[in-house]
């Protein structure tokens, strides 16, 4: 794929990478792709914002050689120092090792962390602005979206936004702008990359928000480092930020479960056919057979979030620990839960689910049920109410 210019000047040195399917090591399946963005701004002072992932350094470098010598570069932005970014930072600090590196403090910390030597820093914080010749550059701090060291840059005279990992999406594309794709798919791969990834972070992520609406800065296309370019929908991606950060909620309900002889699985259903009898609209997933990150991202917008296990060895099912482990790590916003499972010779697995349902915020609303071996006709009327009356309170 070649170089792409997105506004006059202003050209995507990015590479797509089509056959990554995880990211993080395994926390984060990216059945998509994803893309590396990386943008060189052409101007009296030539300037690089971000880089791409070490396996594609080779591919970006000729990208850039496709515009300018490298050596030319005389600004290079780091917003994000994560080596999915910053892997190209040794080799193009190799072309152009004159060139003046703006980052974050803690992204100067970084990437002496990362590649010891010696370069130029000039290290900014919010409100720091740099001439480049026509256009200016606003730098905002953005800690922990995700990392210490994240930032955004900001090109005045573009409108343009470049807020690295925020608003991205991971998907492998060959048109870069959200109207020249499927808009559902854009939009369902940025909510799960805000479920997986920026839940924990969703106070930060709204008080940022409100800081540059107080700012003014007038915002007509933001180009993040992983996806498409918002170029027909940054309103629409900033809104449901706001809502996903607030944690505002449908009326809906995720239920997960894994079952060894189906009891638990008898009961799961039963539970959502009352939810669904006020009408709530449920998801029921297999946690043993179901990607974790699809789930996580269901839950999202969803207001309660039942969980269930048969019980092996005094707890849960293995995979539903894993979820839930996932789940305590994130601790999405305002959620209600309830906890159920059928039992044989022992209990357990109710009592950790709840236990660990607290641990990631979630306000349970009902006792655990529990049901010894398998549910008869009058033990699943039982668990239709059960559902019912979760379903009222939603
Ligand atoms: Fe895409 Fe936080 O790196």
């Known amino acids: 794929m070649s170089t792409i210019e997105i506004k006059k000047g202003i050209h995507w040195v990015g590479t797509v990478d089509w056959n990554i399917r995880s990211f993080h090591g ?7 792709g994803t893309s590396y963005n990386s943008y060189l701004i052409l101007d009296e ?3 690089l914002v971000d880089f791409v992932d070490i396996h594609f350094v080779e591919e970006w470098i000729r990208k850039i050689q496709q515009i300018i010598d490298p050596s030319e570069i005389d600004y290079i932005i780091v917003n994000h120092i994560e080596p999915d970014h910053s892997g190209g930072f040794p080799k193009i600090m190799e072309y152009a090792s004159n060139a003046k590196i703006f980052c974050s403090q803690k ?12 370069y130029r820093f000039e290290v900014v914080q919010t409100g720091d602005c740099i001439h480049l010749g026509e256009r200016t550059i606003q730098f905002i701090e953005a800690p922990m979206l995700h990392w210490p060291d994240s930032m955004f840059t900001y090109i005045e005279e573009e409108k343009l936004l470049m807020p690295n990992d925020a608003f991205g999406q991971h998907i492998a594309f060959s048109k870069i702008f959200d109207d020249e794709n499927d808009q559902c798919i854009v939009f369902e791969e940025a909510k799960k990359y805000y479920a997986n990834i920026l839940t924990p972070f969703s106070s930060l992520v ?3 928000i409100e800081e540059i609406v107080k700012m003014g800065l007038e915002i007509d296309m933001i180009a993040p480092s992983h996806g498409v370019i918002w170029r027909s929908y940054p309103d629409k991606i900033i809104e449901k930020y706001m809502q996903w950060g607030k944690g505002e909620s449908e009326r809906k309900a995720v239920i997960v479960y894994d079952t060894m002889w189906n009891s638990t699985e008898k009961m799961a259903n039963a539970i959502m056919e009352g939810l669904m009898s006020e009408g709530v609209d449920v998801r029921l997933y297999r946690s043993s057979i179901t990607d974790t990150n699809d789930i996580i991202t269901e839950i999202l917008d969803a207001k309660a979030v039942l969980v269930a296990s048969s019980v092996i060895n005094r707890t849960m099912l293995p995979d539903v620990a894993y979820f839930l482990e996932e789940l305590a790590g994130l601790k999405p916003k305002d959620k209600i839960g309830a906890s159920f499972g059928s039992y044989g010779w022992s209990k357990g697995a109710v009592a950790n689910i709840e236990k660990k349902m607290k641990e990631a915020g979630i306000k349970l609303v009902k006792e655990g049920l529990e049901i010894n071996y398998v549910p008869m006709k009058e033990d699943l009327k ?3 109410e059960y559902g019912k009356e979760i379903g009222k309170m939603i």
């Open 26 to 32: 395994p926390a984060y399946h990216t059945q998509r």
């Open 45 to 47: 002072k030539i300037t």
């Open 107 to 118: 992204g100067k910390e970084g990437l002496m962390a990362h590649y010891p030597g010696e």
């Open 206 to 208: 709204v008080k940022k």
């Open 382 to 384: 039982v668990c239709f």
